[in-house]
């Protein structure tokens, strides 16, 4: 694909694309000899801006003579002519103070990391927190919260905690409790989760004195528990309000139901290459849905641990230097702080 367009159409698309970004009005060949963007004559740029147009790079708008980048154009840019180095000392520091709060959970830490990317991108953020089916079980405690009330709790070696709490249709004794304890703990403690096949009975004694019909319920949530992997998280859900893509009505409308589908932000969070950052630019997700917006999404792995998938929903008319710079930084940031043992999983 790099080969298609020699420097001078490169610098003009690039031109274009970053003209369009910050403004969202149609680019014309005098604006960008106005602002200097590009060396060349105005008639010199309208004749490559036609190529451009003729390869599907551009698109000519109704209302204006100027020129709109396509998904294709914008393909072309994020692989071959954007930046990542897009980000200043100031916002560099600010990246740096949030992540450097101290924390011993994983998704606590994805949190941070999302709120900072749309704090630092203006945009919206998505993400899930972190695939702990690999993660060991550390410990498992059971609560009795009333006569037929039951809290489990589930810690992993990570520190990521999942709890639920159990109602029944018969009393639980205190010293059931013991008991219980004593049970799972023996069959579960020290098993990674993807270990534990469901039904989770097989990992349970047959031999037990607490009623059967409790631990037939503890089990049923014990595998809720452990299929719940992924809590979905939005920041910055108004930060679109003030975009002109989303003055249309049914734009926006599309866009708070994609931000309330959270099967479909999973899919499209979990279908990125693990550790490395993904772009998705409308049509590319093969989602209806998400046909008018661009998801850039990020998996990071550390120390062989899934810390989670950050991704950022916007229009196509997307900042993806900005976007992509930030992803970068705090990818390093947090490798950097691990490696100095300011965080411990």
Known sequence: MAKELDDRKKKILGAIIEEY???AEPVSS????????????????????????????????????????????????????????????????????????????????????????????HY???AIGPNVNNHTIADI?????????????????????????????????????DDLTTIFKNKLIGKSLDAINLPVEEFITK??????????????????????????????????VDMPEF???????????????????????????ADDINVYIGEESEKEELKNFSIVTFNHILEGKDIGTIGIIGPTRMDYSKIISVMKYISKKINDDYKKGKNHF
Do not use: W
């Open 141 to 177: 405690k059971f609560v009795l919260l009333g006569n037929r009330l039951l809290m489990a709790v589930i810690l992993t070696d990570s520190g990521i905690i999942r709890e639920s709490i159990i109602k029944f249709d018969e009393d639980i004794l205190e010293e059931q409790i």
């Open 247 to 273: 003055k249309k009505i049914d734009v926006a409308k599309d866009f708070l139901n994609v931000l309330n589908a959270k099967d479909l932000v999973s899919d499209v969070l979990n279908t990125g290459l």
């Open 30 to 121: 005098g604006i960008l000899v106005e602002k200097g963007k590009v060396n060349c004559s105005s008639a010199t740029i309208r004749n490559e801006m036609a190529e451009l147009e003729k390869i599907g790079f551009l698109e000519k708008t109704h209302t204006s003579s100027g020129r709109v980048p396509s998904q294709k154009g914008y393909r072309y840019y994020v692989d071959e002519l954007l930046r990542d180095d897009d980000l200043s000392i100031a916002e560099m520091e600010i990246i740096k103070q949030r992540l450097e709060r101290k924390v011993n959970d994983l998704e606590e830490l994805t949190k941070i990391a999302s709120t900072t990317l749309s704090e630092i991108t």
């Open 124 to 126: 919206t953020t998505i």
């Open 21 to 23: 970004i910050d403004n």
């Open 207 to 240: 031999e037990v004195t607490t009623g059967i019909n409790i631990i037939r319920k503890i089990i049923e949530e014990i595998n809720k528990i452990l299929s719940d992997t992924n809590k979905v998280y939005v920041e910055g859900s108004n930060r679109v």
